[in-house]
């Protein structure tokens, strides 16, 4: 199963529902806090292409987007395939 990496920051629901779903998948998942962490946050904008918004992640080194966007990728079926390339 691809590595998987989540910027987040404390109290967002979506980086929690994020994290349930990778979860509930079996994703071997690195979380970043960045939520005191300027540096953290620095590296998420520059390793997303700009994104800042929480969460952002990473599966192996597609950058998936946030929230909404692994939801999405679940609901078209195409999630799972990704995790275990």
């Not at 529902?17 to 071997?28: E, V």
């Not at 929480?54 to 990728?73: A, S, T």
């Amino acid at each position: 199963m691809a590595d998987t990496t989540i910027y987040t920051r404390q109290m967002c629901g979506y980086c929690t529902a994020a994290k349930k779903l990778l979860a509930k998948k079996g994703a071997n998942i690195t979380e970043h806090d960045a939520t005191f962490d300027p540096e953290l946050r620095k590296q998420m904008i520059s390793r997303s292409g700009g994104a800042s918004t929480f969460p952002q992640i990473f599966i192996g080194d597609i950058h998936v987007g946030g929230c909404d966007d692994l939801f999405e990728l679940d609901r078209a079926g195409n999630l799972d395939a990704l995790l275990n390339s």
